[in-house]
């Protein structure tokens, strides 16, 4: 199980304040799925914001986030009315228990390997009941976002304490294999030494993906290219995939 970087606490209570779920347009497009479906799993789930949110907004069904960095699940724990699995998808043996699973914020991009990817599919085709949807986006990779990632994800935010944290963002080139791999520098004036945590980001592109769902088992019901819906093209920035078991 590979602990991501927010893993550490005090990172991990940094992330809802770096990324507001109220004002994430990811979760206005995955928040009534979540609605809609009886039983849901979030995999990747991080600090649980969409789940979190899915409760407040009266979900009665079975809620359940699972994650493998501690320190994001220690933020999500504070919400007790949620199922919470510190793990990941090989930790996990379920069957036919999910009518919806979903993996956003782009944590289907950490599966890296193309193991990786096929054993996580397999087992999201496991935990999902027949006509069950498993819904993700990864970023596609035509549009090269990653040339703007220094100066998106470069910026300074105010933590609970009321300190001003600076996150500075940089992507190591070159780009190999298709994996954006990355250095995140946390400072504030307050701690000893910065946190510096390290990512890697696999990009499939469209075809690569339909591939992957279609040897799990999974049919690509409906694709979009934006929160908003719009159609999946060579230059959308997402490649957001509603795909069905059997
Ligand atoms: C960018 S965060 C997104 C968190 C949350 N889904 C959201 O939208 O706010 C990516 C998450 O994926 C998790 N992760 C990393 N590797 C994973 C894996 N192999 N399986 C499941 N989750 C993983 C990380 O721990 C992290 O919490």
Redesign the pocket.
Known sequence: M?E?K??EDRLAAL?DVF?PPRRRD?FAFYLPLVMSARAVL??????G??LRLARDAGHTGRLCG????GG?LNQARQWSNIEWIHG??SSVNWDQEFDLVV?????FQ??VADD?IRE?LAAIHSALVAGGRFVFETRNPLVRAWEHWATEYTAEVIDATGALVRCEYQVEMPIEGGVVRSISTFTSDGWIHPEVSRGALRLLDAPAVSSFLSSAGLTIEEQFGTWTGHPLTDTSPEIITVARKG
Not at 42 to 47: E, F, I, L, S
Not at 103 to 107: D, K, L, S
């Open positions: 590979i991501h927010f893993a992330y990324f990811d979030d995999v990747g789930c991080g600090t914001a969409l699972l994650d493998p960095a994001m990941d998808l993996m956003t914020g782009h944590a950490e599966l990786e996580a």
